[in-house]
């Protein structure tokens, strides 16, 4: 990776760094303060868009694990999350701590994960998309069928605590969600840099080449399953928490092939990407929302016809443009500027 123009690596350890240069430990040190001060200053609005972009990110960096990373294509996140969420609600309706519930209903997704995950074991691509596909249509019947899962009706799980304080509020469920979301994004960054990531990419690019290398497909397949089954769990548990009701309706198979939008807006194999996509996304769904009632009164005698599938039309064109115009994502685009300015005066 290109370093900024006289700046030079002396030991491995700042040759691999995450953060590398003075300005940028500057750069990540404010954001963080910035991000963990916003409830200080921020409305009820502000907070709650953070909390649900927060979770986003959590969801979709699996997803990125398991299809940007290692290449498995997936259309079941939304159903991993109704997993987590489920488990979760369930254990904390029972008495268990919502401390110890997380965790498990992390666990509980990464294991039906695995579950979902078999099938790549014998296909890929087009295939193994319609078994995830299957596989979320499966969860959610059996959600809705169940006594213990509410049925239709759902569960309303209460909200985490700690002795008599309350996490009941958006302003304190952002101390719960945010750091969760950074502790998330710090062990998603290592993976992809250690030998599992680099196993995982490997199998991505050419999973024939992989094995011969001596890698065993089937169980980094079914790992990168099980830890993206495993963070869609922690999100399925957050959300369900912080809204404190889960319904089947929360999760849909739109809500999953909008998780895959999301990465593909972003760029595929960048943690970066997740944050570009699942941001962008989400900004301009609310932005989408907003002009929803100018443009009904614009036009009123198309105002429902126009006004309801104003979301899903926007973000299909989306997704048009960018895989037409940018497959590789923002993230990509965000290197090309980063390698500009650091290259900068010698820009060659």
């Known amino acids: 990776m290109q370093r900024p123009c006289g700046t030079f690596d002396e030991t491995y350890g700042q040759d691999t760094a995450v953060v590398r240069t003075k300005p940028q430990w500057g750069l990540v040190i404010a954001g963080l303060i910035w991000l963990l001060t916003v409830p200080l200053y921020g409305g009820d609005y502000v907070l709650g868009l953070i909390n649900h972009i927060s979770i986003l990110i959590i969801a979709v960096l699996g997803l990125q694990i398991t299809t940007g990373y290692c ?181 849909t198979i739109v809500q999953s092939l909008i998780y895959v939008g999301m990465i593909i807006v972003g760029g595929l194999g960048s943690v970066a990407g997740v944050f570009f996509g699942v941001i962008s996304l989400r900004l301009l769904d609310e932005v989408v929302f907003l002009a929803a009632p100018a443009l009904s009164a614009a036009f009123p005698t198309l105002a429902m016809d126009i006004a309801a599938p104003l979301s899903g039309v926007v973000f299909g064109l989306v997704i048009i443009l960018f895989l037409i115009f940018e497959p590789r994502g923002l993230a990509h685009r965000w290197e090309i500027f980063k390698t500009s300015y650091r290259l900068y005066p010698f820009s060659y």
Request: net charge positive; glycine share 10%.
């Open 71 to 251: 290449g498995l294509v997936s259309f079941g996140q939304a159903a991993f999350m109704a997993v987590g969420a489920y488990t979760s609600a369930i254990l904390t309706l029972n008495g268990v701590p919502f401390w110890l519930a997380l965790p498990l209903a992390g666990l509980a997704a990464g294991l039906i994960g695995l579950i979902g995950g078999a099938p790549s074991l014998r296909v890929k691509g087009f295939y193994l998309a319609l078994a995830t596909l299957a596989v979320h249509y499966v969860i959610m019947y059996l959600i809705m069928h169940l006594s213990i899962t509410g049925a239709t009706a759902g569960l309303h799980p209460p909200p985490p605590k700690i002795g008599n304080f309350v996490f009941s509020s958006d302003k304190t469920m952002f101390y719960i969600i945010v750091p969760l979301m950074l502790l998330m994004t710090y062990f998603a960054k290592n993976l992809a840099r250690t030998k599992l990531g680099r196993a995982f990419v490997a199998i991505r690019d050419n999973d024939l080449a992989a094995k011969v290398m001596g890698i065993n497909l089937y169980y980094y397949k079914l790992l990168a399953f099980f830890i993206g089954c495993f963070f869609a769990g922690i999100a399925g548990s957050l959300l369900g928490h912080w809204w404190q009701v889960v319904a089947p309706e929360q999760f």
